[in-house]
């Protein structure tokens, strides 16, 4: 703590991380996952659940510290090592060893905390999702290793494979009593396996090696449907953490070029290492706004995908983060549409090569799917048609998207509780290429910034660099190896339990939450939880 506290005894270093973490993805909307990660921390579960229930308890901890005015009493106490303090003492392990000075302050407080619990509404918090327990889907790396391949070693390890389904519907029932010893293999995607909820991998040496991906089925969709020949040249926009793009360049069986884009300069770090570790060497990284991406950076673009930031309002294992930033819901999903429509018009208008374009969300909100989709169709013309993904899969499939929209049935959801994966949504446009284009002009990136998506865009425009070249190619295989190995030993066993959720919360900060964590004003906060 670097605000006077004399310590005695030293503040344990994981609440000490946790307060770090929970602030870094509060302020600046970083991926939890990553940070946690990326503390190479001993305890990366124990951190993960703390740094989680932290940021869930988001309400929750404001009328409390109102509640207390424990920040405003206590000006010293670091506002966000506060928040994790309380978090473990109110809501985790329930006590705190005492000794360092920012945790004897928080125990000084612990009856008034929890007097506070009861007084604080938590009417609209926590509101308990439907509980679906989903299979633990496998993706089989097809770079590293064939399906028939990957189901032998399974066998081999003592898994049984079932197969005894005629139709999707037999095949949910399959799925909803799999259970130790048998796994089965997805009825649409071929190269996804499935496995009873909760099946560890962290031992097998196939996911240690790249070969076996954890992926939820909503993620492999968007790739499959793009479904580009091998030899095409394709842009994925929204490219990190890279679990779609490592798909395509598998079904490419790395023959052709994907230009896989990403605008956080963390969240491309972690797609290049994830490029890396799959060997997805037909995909170059680029840090850069797929908004205001330069056509000379990847020319002859044929096959898009477009899967943006969105609400994750599909994500089972999603936590609840409350009003992190004063942004409510309909204005955050106002503002999502609006960028979901930006970036979808510019990959529908602004790439002559095009031939086919997939939009995809973890969503299930009507505003973020069948709304961006109705609203770009208004302004293709008949240069593209909405294809009928039910034609595509060539395979029964549940959900559609709404009747009464221009979408018609023609896109797809997936609905947790019915397809026991996470929700999620998929349009399949085709280029008709008897029609030219309209003429469209590409945004800038400021008049993105008006979104309000992104208030960090500024830190970002410093450090963006465009790493077109990634040559995964020229990494030497010894080299290749030294580093999977490595990071292989700092994530740890805990990792793949979290590795297939590969969307991240949607964390849009502004300057209000950038100002938040330091609540020394009640007022502020009262006002602002008002509002
Ligand atoms: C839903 S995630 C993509 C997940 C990814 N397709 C996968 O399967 O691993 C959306 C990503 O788009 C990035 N993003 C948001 N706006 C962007 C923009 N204008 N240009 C490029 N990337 C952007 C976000 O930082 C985030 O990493």
Redo the contacts with the bound molecule.
Sequence with gaps: MSNGFVHSVKVPRLYKIASKIVQDVQENGA?LKSLVFSKKHPNVSGLYALTLNTLQKTDQLNQLIIETKILTNEPRLDPWLARVLITELIWGKQKLTAGAKPVDTVLAYESSLRNGLKNINISDMDIPRKKVIKPRYVRVNTLLLSIDDAIRNFQNEGWSLLSEYTDYSSYLKLLSNLSDPYFTQDYHIPELLVFPPGTSFFNYASYKLGEIILQDKA?CL?SYLLNPPIGSVVL??????????S?LAAILKNQGKIYA????KR?YQT?CE?LAETNSYCAAAIN????S?DQKLCPDVEYI?V????S?SGMIDRPKIGNRDGIYESERLKNLQA?QVF?LRHALLNFPSVKRVVYS??SINREENEDVIDEVLSNIGNAYKLVSIKKLLKKDWINYSSEDSNCKKKCIYARPEVDLCNGFFVAVFKRNVDVPLPTYTPRTHNT?KETG??SIDEKQEDSQEINEDLDLNKTSSKKKKKRKKKKRADNDVEKQEIDDN???IAIVPTESTKRKGNINSDDTLKKKLKT
């Design positions: 991926s993620s968007p994925d926009m929204c490219a990190a953490p890279g679990m779609k793009t798909h884009v990403e605008i956080e969240r797609l994830k850069n706004d797929a908004l991406l995908l899967d943006p930031s969105c994750g960028f970036l969300t973890c993105y998506l992104r590969d969307k991240d």
